[in-house]
C-alpha cells in the first residue's frame, strides 16, 4: 500500500493527522488518544517526511475570517513577486545544466549560495539541536530559505527567512515517525 492510500484525503486536505480527523481542530475535539495519534503518525516515515520541503498544517478558516474586510496581498502582486523570484533564480544558476530553481542545488552548489550569517548560523544550530534534524533538512532549510529571500528580493538570507523556513519543519517538530 502506498503512503498516499494510507491517509484518508478530506477536501484539499492531503493527510489527516489522526483518525478522526480532528487533530490540532481550533474548534473540534479530537477523539483519538494519544498512543492512536503517535500510530497513525508512524504511518509516514522519518526518510520520507525529509524530502519533502515545505510541512504546512492547514486548518479550517473561521467564518470571521473569510467574512472579513482587511484586504492582503492579491493574487497580480503575488505572481508578480513569484516571476520576480524565478528570474533571480534563472539567472543564479545560468550557464549550469539541470538546474534552473533553488530545490535543485546540489550541496557543493549551497554552501557557495546559502550564505548565512552568525546570527542566522546559531538561529539554525538551534532548531537543528532542539529539532533533531538531520543533515537533508539542514539542506531543506536552506534552499527554502533562500527561496523566501528571492521572494522577498534579498540578495542576503537573513534570519527571518531562516525562521520561516524552520517553521515549515512543523512535522519534525510534532513528533511524526517518532
Known amino acids: 500500500m502506498g503512503v498516499y492510500q494510507r491517509f484518508r484525503p478530506i477536501g484539499k486536505k492531503a493527510t489527516q493527522v489522526c483518525p478522526c480527523g480532528y487533530f490540532n481542530h481550533p474548534e473540534k475535539e479530537c477523539t483519538c488518544s494519544p498512543i492512536m495519534v503517535q500510530r497513525y503518525l508512524n504511518k509516514i516515515s522519518g526518510p ?4 519533502i520541503d515545505l510541512h504546512v498544517e492547514v486548518t479550517p478558516v473561521a467564518f470571521s ?3 472579513s474586510t482587511k484586504t492582503s496581498e492579491n493574487s497580480d502582486a503575488v505572481r508578480e513577486r513569484v516571476i520576480k523570484a524565478r528570474e533571480k533564480q534563472a539567472l543564479r544558476f545560468e550557464g549550469q545544466t539541470d538546474v534552473y530553481c533553488n ?4 550541496s557543493k552548489t549551497l554552501k557557495e549560495i546559502c550564505v548565512i550569517n552568525n546570527v542566522g548560523q546559531n538561529l539554525l544550530k538551534t532548531a537543528m539541536d532542539r ?6 533538512a ?3 532549510i536552506l534552499k527554502v530559505s533562500r527561496t ?3 521572494l522577498a528580493d534579498s540578495d542576503d538570507i537573513k534570519p527571518e527567512h531562516l525562521a520561516e523556513a524552520i517553521q515549515y519543519r512543523s512535522l519534525d517538530r510534532e ?3 517518532g
Open 131 to 136: 529539532l533533531n534534524l538531520s543533515a537533508r
Open 48 to 51: 520520507l517526511l525529509d524530502r
Open 148 to 150: 523566501i529571500a528571492d
Open 175 to 177: 513528533g511524526w515517525a
Open 103 to 106: 530545490a535543485q542545488m546540489s
Open 65 to 67: 475570517e473569510l467574512s
Open 138 to 140: 539542514y539542506d531543506r
